[in-house]
């Protein structure tokens, strides 16, 4: 694989809280409850110099919620989640999780790696997503480190044990969320391992402009810098690049998300669930996609070191799920905007490498850069 090298550099009512300050930001630490298995979640509410907020648990290395100033900068929860662990558990859709080993679909849930096949266990028919039935998503990380000050951080730590779902290898994996001073969710990750084996990290948050609850996003404009995308027919690779020219799927110009999601090519998936190889230089940071509503005003972009993107429109969601502002979710109640790499790539001898070789170590950078169009200009008297 090409090993990346980037390393440029919420609230919840709570009855006891730890806070570390600075003169403008602020990390606090709450209780979310505990596991099924009796492991306590704490919540790490960052606040950078500017007032936004995002609150990660520990459970998944998960974003529970993210405070963004609208265009009247009056400030909205923009991702949608739980205020329990319970339904973080039960039902959890992947909410603002971390996703690993490896994100998106291995074909039948097997590989070859020198000679050696690995079977992993099935979790979507025979196929193997998002890491198998237990993923980076549903195992406790540890906190290893706060930074305070202007752009707060937070760095998790998870060790997968060779044969984790199936994985060969032992993977020391990092995560460090960081709030920029320019309003902008930056993850860093970091891994290494033992063992060849696969490795394919992204973010799994639900963006509702709108605000957590509001109704869907079929009125955000997207706009995908990317011309291509692999060919999946029953959403399983061939190995062949297609065009997405003159497609459903072409969001190179901006447009309305919901203006082709009910295209009969989309039936089987109710909607998109699609991988997107992006323009521009992988490895590089670059601008893959921009969402924007008109309403609030608030703008999303999206910069990644990673070759694609996968768009998922919350197909799934829907009313069964209540949310933490007690209002249940509809179908396309959120985008989820995952950059990563290809799908399947382990079974695919033309797709980028995702193999991550002993004394190798995999890097990747992703930013959700937030702002506000028409913002309503402040007079002091």
């Known amino acids: 694989m090409k090993v990346r090298h980037f390393l440029n550099r919420f ?13 403008g930001a602020s990390i606090a630490a709450t209780p979310f409850g505990t596991t099924s298995a009796g492991d306590k979640v704490t919540l790490l509410s960052l606040e950078n110099a500017k007032g936004m907020k995002v609150a990660i648990i520990d459970y998944g290395a998960t974003v529970v919620s993210l405070h963004d100033p609208d265009k009247n900068s009056k400030f909205d929860d923009v991702v949608i989640g739980y205020d329990n662990m319970p339904d973080y558990q039960e039902r ?4 603002g999780s971390t996703v690993g080993r490896y994100a998106s679909r291995i074909t039948n849930a097997t590989f070859v790696i020198e000679g050696a096949t690995y079977s992993l266990p099935p979790n979507s028919g025979p196929h193997s997503v998002h890491g198998g039935p237990v993923g980076f998503d549903k195992v406790m990380w540890r ?7 202007d752009e707060p951080s937070l760095k998790l730590k998870y060790i997968s044990p060779d044969g984790d779902m199936g994985f060969p290898g032992e993977l020391t994996t990092f995560v460090t969320y960081s709030l920029t001073i320019d309003n902008a ?7 290494t391992t033992t063992k060849p084996t696969p490795i394919n990290l992204t973010h799994h948050s639900y963006f509702n402009l709108k605000g957590d609850g509001i109704g869907n ?10 011309s291509h995308t ?6 399983v690779p061939t190995g062949e690049i297609e065009s997405i020219e003159g497609t459903p ?3 190179r110009s901006p447009s309305l998300i919901g203006e ?3 295209h009969p090519d989309f039936a089987s998936r109710r909607g998109y669930n699609h991988y997107y190889i992006l323009d521009g230089d992988s490895g590089n940071l670059v601008r893959a996609a921009t969402l924007s509503e008109a309403t609030s005003g608030r703008t999303l972009e999206v910069w990644t070191t990673e070759p694609g993107l996968q768009l998922y429109t919350g197909n799934w969601l829907s009313e069964e799920l209540v949310g933490k502002t007690g209002v249940p979710y509809q179908q396309y109640g959120g985008v989820c905007l995952e950059p990563e790499h290809y799908p399947d790539s382990p079974n695919q001898p033309h797709f980028p490498n995702t193999i991550l070789q002993p004394k190798e170590t995999f890097t990747s950078t992703t930013l959700y850069k937030f702002g506000a169009r028409g913002i309503t200009p402040v007079h002091e008297n």
């Open 11 to 23: 609230l919840f009512l709570a009855t006891t809280q730890v806070v570390i300050h600075s003169v």
């Open 260 to 262: 082709r999601i009910n």
């Open 92 to 95: 959890s859709h992947n909410f």
């Open 230 to 235: 692999p060919s999946a027919p029953n959403s």
């Open 185 to 191: 969710l930056r993850i860093d990750y970091e891994a």
């Open 217 to 226: 996003v079929l009125d955000h404009k997207l706009q995908i810098n990317a």
């Open 143 to 149: 906190i290893v480190q706060k930074v305070d000050g």
């Open 249 to 251: 799927l072409d969001f």
